[in-house]
């Protein structure tokens, strides 16, 4: 018999992917050059030529049996000890390889976090607006996802709305941030009031309400922007990271768990990840992944596109009219759609081709996501059919 629970969500794809494969067919008919397409998050950027080196440094010169084999369970040691020392020198948290999890990615990481924090029946916090896929990623291990409603002002946290739905039930609260779909970062007075509060109320509720922050944007922060390293201000954090946007590798799933030594059972936790990797499926990413990433840590690609492409489309959109709030990082842009549906104000862009997509899966109705990860000349084109798309549909 098939599981029911799957056939299910054959119902409720990811709308980001049909609109992905929406602008890809359309692109057959016109020429993709001409479909402005803003769905898809996928690094537009090349790698670093010097990790593309390293890749051919390893299999040039590494045994094959060796650089091909498994991995150790708890990932290569040496590599553990490298992203640690990175953490330590950049952010000031004295890591060591003891408390690195090598994952497929940030949502790798996330699959271990949560299973490491909350049992079938638990509630994990998040916050709108967020990334759809965190429905999946919690509940599919038994514990219960529920969404605090957005702050709409400037995306931070809804505090009011955050304490009346911290109760007792609750074993993790999740975090984004640089934040997927707005762009806001949170800034240290966010991150130091949520401390606070998983501070009183984890010796209110006597058991510990771990914090999971989920960082794959972590390296794309645009002027100005006031972003602090979460772990700092809160021992029970657990950091998820992948290398899928600061190295533009997203195809090659690699990323890591760490899990803040301030933390009682650090070790601990990190040991339970290599257990839950066997009921899973997980068992290690790629070992020359993991080498490659280990040996250019420090480094990222050229991420300032992003920042040119923001702006431009900022400038737009309130030269039109639009509400937006202005990101602190990621490539997105999240503004108000100009009629409360938004399935139907991005079902109008269609017809001048523009991809842009609806925010009702990101718990915030009303609103629309353009990822700018594509050329600025693209973005610069679009600009006509923005302009067109208002003027013909909204004037």
Do not use: W
């Not at 045994?63 to 708890?74: A, I, K, N, T």
């Not at 990822?371 to 003027?391: G, H, M």
Request: aromatic share 12%; hydrophobic share 35%.
């Amino acid at each position: 018999m098939l599981v029911q629970k799957y056939k299910d969500m054959l119902g409720n794809k990811s709308v980001i992917r049909t609109l992905s494969e929406f602008a890809t067919a359309r692109g057959k008919e016109i020429g993709y050059e001409n479909v402005f397409d803003y769905s898809l998050g996928n690094p537009s950027v090349p790698v670093p030529q010097e990790f593309t080196d390293t890749m051919i440094r390893l299999l040039q010169e590494k045994d094959s049996v060796e650089l091909h084999g498994y991995s150790p369970s708890l990932g290569i040691y040496s590599v553990r000890e490298k992203i640690a020392a990175s953490l330590q020198r950049r952010f000031g948290v004295p890591y060591k390889a003891e408390h690195i999890f090598p994952t497929s990615g940030a949502a790798g990481a996330i699959a271990h976090a949560v299973r490491c924090v909350s049992e079938p029946g638990d509630e994990i916090l998040t916050f709108a607006p967020y990334f759809p896929e965190y429905g999946p990623y919690i509940n599919l291990t038994g514990a219960k996802l529920k969404v605090v409603p957005a702050d709409t002002e400037n995306f931070q946290i809804n505090f009011e709305a955050f304490e009346k739905m911290l109760s007792e039930k609750v074993a993790a609260v999740l975090i984004n941030t640089p934040n997927n779909p707005s762009g806001a970062v949170y800034s240290t007075e966010t991150v130091r009031k949520l401390s606070e509060i998983l501070e009183v109320k984890s010796k209110q509720y006597d058991h510990k309400i771990y914090l999971i922050s989920d960082e794959p944007y972590r390296e794309i922060l645009f002027e100005g922007a006031d972003a602090p390293y979460v772990a700092k201000y809160y021992a029970d954090t657990l950091t998820c990271y992948s290398f899928s946007k600061s190295l533009s590798l997203p195809g090659e799933r690699i990323g890591y768990v760490a899990v803040n030594p301030a933390c009682e059972d650090a070790e601990t936790l990190i040991q339970m990840c290599g257990q839950i990797s066997r009921g899973i499926g997980h068992n290690c990413p790629s070992s020359i992944m993991q080498l490659a990433a280990a040996e250019t840590i420090d480094l990222t690609s050229d991420l300032s596109v992003y920042e040119t492409n923001m702006n431009i489309l900022y400038r737009e959109l309130k030269a039109l009219g639009f509400t937006c709030t202005k990101p602190g990082g990621t490539f997105y842009i999240f503004p108000k759609a100009l009629e409360d549906d938004a399935v139907a104000f991005c079902n109008k862009a269609l017809k001048y081709d523009l991809i842009l997509v609806p925010s009702d899966s990101f718990g915030c109705p009303g609103f629309f996501r353009m990822a700018y990860c594509i050329d600025t000349e693209k973005v610069e084109r679009s600009l006509p059919a923005l302009r067109r798309f208002v003027e013909q549909e909204y004037k």
